[in-house]
């Protein structure tokens, strides 16, 4: 029997985890993220945001012409629609940086922060409105979470300062098996993809610039050595042979 007792205990061994290795920011204390939240809402403009710019104004019948493609944008506040961006609505950021806006053109608006392009439309269009009042909101912001999570799967948020920890959130955390020192985060830069391994169990990960998430970004959690070892054709029939092992002996026993 001294097999069967070895393999058990070796199984329960590698099945023993720290608490370290568990907890978010372990140690954490009085900690300050590098990044202001003020920045993370006011989030830099790139191609292939979709965008709802919408005018208002005390003239509302001309107002109701530059809001043309926001009629639906209502609709945005129902869960149904928060999981995915309706590509009719709003402007799409072209690969040129452009967007095609009622009157006044195609206007390059990749690379400005959100409440610059709200002050350079509220300026143009005071042409053609009486004290214009311009809100700019992105509404295909998104994140993909996949591997040891409960719910893995893309998820679209209505707003811009989402940090990692909320990000994993949406997805019901991660599994037991989920390896929280190895969460690799995979972003689109100007200069192509670029990933990183991030550790949950540091505090210093409150003061990375991956901290927040950005719209398009990817997570992927690593799955542990356990879960890797059950997943295996060894520990998938290895009960089986245990068990016709023990029987064997049982059986040598009684002939005994």
Same mark, same amino acid.
């Given at each position: 029997m001294r097999p069967i007792w070895f393999l058990f205990l070796v199984f329960l061994l590698q099945s023993c985890t720290k608490s370290k290795d568990v907890y978010y920011f372990y140690g954490l204390g009085n900690e300050k993220a590098d990044v202001s939240v003020a920045e993370v809402d006011n989030p830099i403009i790139r191609k292939g945001d979709q965008l709802s710019i919408f005018v208002n104004s005390p003239n509302l019948e001309l107002a109701t012409y530059f809001n043309m493609?926001?009629? =639906?944008?209502?609709?945005?506040? =129902?869960?149904?629609? &928060?999981? =995915?961006?309706?590509?009719? &609505?709003? $402007?799409?950021?072209?690969?040129?940086? /452009?967007?095609?806006?009622?009157?006044?053109? $195609?206007?390059?608006?990749a690379g400005m922060r959100r409440k610059e392009l709200q002050t350079m439309l509220e300026g143009k269009l005071k042409d053609y409105l009486k004290d214009p009042v311009v809100t700019v909101r992105c509404i295909n912001f998104r994140v993909t979470i996949?591997?040891?999570?409960? /719910?893995?799967?893309? $998820? *679209?948020?209505?707003? *811009?300062?989402?940090?990692?920890?909320?990000?994993?959130?949406?997805?019901? !955390?991660?599994?037991?098996?989920?390896?929280?020192?190895?969460?690799? #985060?995979?972003?689109?830069?100007?200069?192509?993809?670029? %990933?990183?391994?991030? !550790?949950?169990? =540091? /505090?210093? #990960?409150?003061?990375?610039?991956?901290?927040?998430?950005?719209?398009?970004?990817?997570? $992927?959690?690593?799955?542990?050595?356990? /879960?890797?070892?059950? %997943?295996s054709t060894f520990f998938q029939v290895w009960p089986t042979v245990v068990s016709a092992i023990t029987l064997l002996v049982l059986v040598v026993t009684n002939v005994k």
């Amino acid at each position: 029997m001294r097999p069967i007792w070895f393999l058990f205990l070796v199984f329960l061994l590698q099945s023993c985890t720290k608490s370290k290795d568990v907890y978010y920011f372990y140690g954490l204390g009085n900690e300050k993220a590098d990044v202001s939240v003020a920045e993370v809402d006011n989030p830099i403009i790139r191609k292939g945001d979709q965008l709802s710019i919408f005018v208002n104004s005390p003239n509302l019948e001309l107002a109701t012409y530059f809001n043309m493609t926001n009629f =639906s944008a209502v609709q945005l506040n =129902s869960v149904q629609q &928060l999981q =995915s961006a309706n590509p009719m &609505l709003g $402007y799409m950021v072209e690969e040129d940086g /452009k967007i095609n806006f009622p009157r006044l053109g $195609y206007v390059d608006v990749a690379g400005m922060r959100r409440k610059e392009l709200q002050t350079m439309l509220e300026g143009k269009l005071k042409d053609y409105l009486k004290d214009p009042v311009v809100t700019v909101r992105c509404i295909n912001f998104r994140v993909t979470i996949l591997g040891e999570v409960a /719910k893995p799967g893309t $998820y *679209h948020v209505p707003y *811009h300062n989402l940090n990692i920890l909320q990000a994993l959130g949406l997805a019901g !955390d991660l599994t037991i098996n989920g390896v929280r020192n190895e969460v690799v #985060l995979i972003r689109k830069t100007e200069t192509g993809e670029q %990933s990183v391994v991030l !550790d949950l169990t =540091s /505090k210093e #990960l409150i003061r990375s610039p991956y901290y927040y998430i950005q719209t398009g970004d990817v997570l $992927y959690v690593r799955p542990n050595r356990t /879960k890797i070892n059950t %997943s295996s054709t060894f520990f998938q029939v290895w009960p089986t042979v245990v068990s016709a092992i023990t029987l064997l002996v049982l059986v040598v026993t009684n002939v005994k």
